[in-house]
């Protein structure tokens, strides 16, 4: 049995964990038997904790939040959670490094010497993608308000900056603002986005964040929408992968299969969400989608190998286009030897870029 100031954390922990916790539940979690629970609860109140005692058929107990509770405890696992979370909020794109930084020597004052070792011998360098580096940084206040609009089912009203290199509707006359009953806050690659019903449209949209600033107060409240798929991550995943249609699979708008003349457990380990088939010591089928044929064709090209084209006819054409255009490219940085003639019509510049 473990010592009593051991089984107190334990408990303690346990009942932060959950609103509430039948005494007979608590016992076994605990490997004790239902008396001691009752007396080590008794030591919690002595303490300071206000837990409450929950009727019912089973009985239970209740951790109660209030001003004099005294200073939360955490256990080892606790204490490390809580410090990858803090030492990795550069990642989180809300804006909160140096709070995050703060919170963490503040916890870090209050734990035993012991936990404090432990998070001190845990050093973490969070490091981005480049492309993700320079991502804008949602403002924390506007970030609140929109997780507050969302529990609270309140329709917003907001102004949203289109992108930068976007045209202006209507030059020296700003846009109107937008209306919205936002269902979900979800972050993706670095940036925050507002999963909305838009009531001008009639349709989803994602936001992102750092481009939106509520306006006070808030609308009316309104009923929630089903999500189309019920799954924000698998809708989030759908529209990030080009399917502009919210009843569309998530799935990405363009697949193809090609044959590569490379082992199939060299090409795996690169493939990602593709499917790699082993067809013979030498060679493998692969199957990969992209936002767009091109892209998809630049994708197959980076395994540096011969391959044949299975399909569809799309890829094949995005694969000449490519072909041209890199052509082009390499006849233009060669000294004295003239690229080939422009014809009109031929220019690719319509191309899907991302």
């Known amino acids: 049995m473990r010592k009593t100031s051991a089984r107190l954390l334990a408990l303690l922990s346990l009942l932060q964990a959950r609103r509430e916790w039948p005494g007979a539940l608590l016992a076994e979690r605990l490997d004790v038997s239902?008396?001691?629970?009752?007396?080590?609860?008794?030591?919690?109140?002595?303490?300071?904790?206000?837990?409450?005692?929950?009727k019912g058929p089973d009985g239970g107990y209740r951790l109660g939040a209030g001003t004099?509770?005294?200073?939360?405890?955490?256990?080892?696992?606790?204490?490390?959670?809580?410090?990858?979370?803090?030492?990795?909020?550069?990642?989180?794109?809300?804006?909160?490094?140096?709070?995050?930084?703060?919170?963490?020597?503040?916890?870090?004052?209050?734990?035993?010497?012991?936990?404090r070792h432990r998070i001190d011998a845990l050093r973490i360098t969070a490091v981005d993608r480049p492309g993700n580096v320079l991502a804008p940084q949602a403002d924390t206040e506007v970030l609140l308000a929109l997780s507050t609009a969302v529990r609270a089912r309140e329709t917003l009203r907001f102004d949203y900056r289109a992108p930068d290199h976007a045209p202006a509707s209507r030059p020296g006359t700003p846009p109107p603002p937008r209306r919205a009953e936002p269902h979900h806050l979800?972050?993706?690659?670095?940036?925050?986005?507002?999963?909305?019903?838009?009531?001008?449209r009639e349709d989803w949209r994602t936001f992102r964040v750092d481009r939106l600033t509520p306006r006070i107060p808030t609308g009316p409240r309104f009923t929630p929408r089903e999500l189309p798929g019920g799954d924000v991550t698998a809708y989030v995943a759908t529209r990030f992968r080009g399917a502009h249609h919210p009843d569309s699979a998530p799935d990405w708008p363009c697949r193809g299969e090609v044959v590569l003349h490379r082992p199939a457990p060299e090409v795996a380990g690169f493939a990602h969400d593709g499917v790699v088939e082993e067809l013979?010591?030498?060679?493998?089928?692969?199957?990969?989608?992209?936002?767009s044929w091109p892209s998809l064709a630049a994708l197959i090209g980076r395994f540096d190998a011969d391959f044949e084209i299975v399909g569809p006819p799309e890829l094949s054409a995005a694969f000449a286009r490519l072909g041209r255009r890199y052509a082009q490219a390499a006849a233009r940085s060669t000294p004295g030897t003239p690229g080939p003639p422009h014809r009109p019509g031929t220019s690719d510049a319509h191309a899907d870029t991302p």
């Not at 239902?34 to 929950?54: F, I, K, M």
């Open 34 to 54: 239902p008396r001691t629970v009752r007396r080590d609860v008794d030591r919690l109140r002595e303490l300071g904790y206000p837990v409450a005692a929950v």
């Open 68 to 115: 004099e509770l005294p200073p939360l405890l955490f256990d080892d696992d606790q204490a490390v959670a809580l410090a990858v979370a803090l030492q990795t909020a550069a990642m989180t794109g809300a804006g909160i490094e140096e709070a995050a930084a703060r919170a963490l020597t503040t916890v870090r004052q209050v734990l035993p010497a012991r936990l």
């Open 186 to 200: 979800v972050t993706w690659g670095g940036r925050w986005y507002l999963v909305a019903w838009d009531l001008d």
């Open 280 to 291: 013979a010591p030498d060679r493998c089928r692969l199957t990969l989608g992209s936002w």
